[in-house]
C-alpha cells in the first residue's frame, strides 16, 4: 500500500476547494456590485428591469451568475446574456 506524501494530499485539497467554488458559483445567486461616488451599489440583480438599447423591449433579470444574467421576457421565457453583451446593449430602467 502507497504512503500518501504531503503533496497528495495539497493535491486532493486543491481539487476539492475547486469543485466547491464552481458549484457555489454555478448555483448562487450573485448580484453585481460596483462603488458610485462614495457609495457600494447594487448594479445588476434579480428582478430588475432593463430595456434593450436598439429594440426597446423590456425585460426582467431572473438570475445573475458571475458571467452572464438570464433575463425573462414579460412572456416568461428565459435566456441567458454574457456580461459584455449586458454592459454595451442594456440599460437600466
Known sequence: M???????IINVM???W??????????SNITFA????DKD???VAPE???QHSRSGLKYTIDSVS???VVLRTP?????????????NEYLLE
Open 2 to 8: 502507497r504512503t500518501l506524501t504531503e503533496a497528495d
Open 34 to 37: 460596483g462603488v458610485v461616488g
Open 41 to 43: 451599489t447594487i448594479l
Open 66 to 68: 458571475p458571467r452572464d
Open 14 to 16: 486543491r481539487e476539492e
Open 75 to 87: 412572456e416568461g421565457k428565459l435566456f441567458t446574456v454574457d456580461a459584455q453583451t449586458l454592459e
Open 48 to 50: 430588475l428591469k432593463l
Open 18 to 27: 475547486t469543485s466547491r467554488v464552481k458549484t457555489l458559483c454555478e448555483k
